[in-house]
């Protein structure tokens, strides 16, 4: 059965770091794409990053371009996540898909966690 489950959430400074982590179940990520969207109160989801199962190939949102950065080991995919502003508080999900579909349809993917909660503020 197809699970994620994120992890890493908190509290943090601006200009601070956070690692989040997607625990992974029930896919083969050589296949499959895993993304990060993140929406906050209010607003509508945001895609913020993805990872191809191929070839490994990452891809961002122009609003985290340089500061978070996607990677994978084994079952697990991570967003680091750098240089912490305000307007990055949100409820992060990672999600999972044949394609990385994230960026252009945050809603398009078939497969997501519950979140975990992001909160950047002094």
């Known amino acids: 059965q197809e699970q994620l489950v994120e992890s890493g959430g908190g509290l943090v400074q601006p200009g601070g770091s956070l690692r989040l982590s997607c625990a992974t179940s029930?896919?083969?990520?050589?296949?499959?794409?895993v993304g990060w969207f993140r929406q906050a109160p209010g607003k509508e989801r945001e895609g913020v990053s993805c990872?191809?199962?191929?070839?490994?190939r990452t891809d961002y949102a122009d609003s985290v371009k340089g500061r978070f950065t996607i990677s994978r080991d084994k079952n697990t995919v991570y967003l680091q996540m750098n240089s912490l502003k305000p307007e990055d508080t949100a409820v992060y999900y990672c999600?999972?898909?044949?394609?990385?579909?994230?960026?252009?349809?945050?809603?398009?993917?078939?497969?997501w966690g519950k979140g975990t909660l992001v909160t950047v503020s002094s």
């Open positions: 029930g896919f083969t990520l050589d296949y499959y794409a």
């Open positions: 990872i191809r199962g191929r070839d490994g």
């Open positions: 999600a999972a898909d044949l394609l990385c579909t994230v960026l252009t349809d945050p809603y398009g993917m078939d497969y």
